[in-house]
């Protein structure tokens, strides 16, 4: 069992950096599939991006690549998200996502097991 909590959204400017971090519960957390979705009012779930157990593989959505860095620090049991050059249309509930397993595709939210409560990013022009 892991529990996820998101923290640090927020309302910012259009241009404005956040990072979100996202903290496990548990003593697994080295062996999970991190990732980020999201999800705007009246739309689905989206697929932010993810990153592998040991840090050395990533991929991201094409609407925030360049932009947006996933990374975790598994000695202190947190995946984070920075995000850069934020737009309105970043604007979202963010979610954290684990998986011991890493299905595919890893894009798709039913490859997840768990999943945190999700963190408010505000993004105005």
């Known amino acids: 069992q892991v529990q996820l909590v998101e923290s640090g959204g927020g309302s910012v400017q259009a241009g404005d950096s956040l990072r979100l971090s996202c903290a496990a519960s548990?003593?697994?957390?080295?062996?999970?599939?991190m990732a980020w979705f999201r999800q705007a009012p009246g739309k689905e779930r989206e697929f932010v991006g993810y990153i592998s157990p040991n840090g050395g593989m990533s991929s991201y959505a094409d609407s925030v690549k360049g932009r947006f860095t996933i990374s975790r620090d598994n000695a202190r049991n947190t995946a984070y998200l920075q995000m850069n050059t934020l737009k309105p249309e970043d604007t979202a509930v963010y979610y954290c996502?684990?998986?011991?397993?890493?299905?595919?595709?890893?894009?798709?939210?039913?490859?997840?097991?768990?999943w945190g409560q999700g963190t408010q990013v505000t993004v105005s022009s």
């Open positions: 548990g003593r697994a957390f080295v062996t999970y599939y």
């Open positions: 996502a684990a998986d011991r397993y890493g299905g595919t595709p890893i894009s798709s939210p039913r490859v997840y097991s768990y």
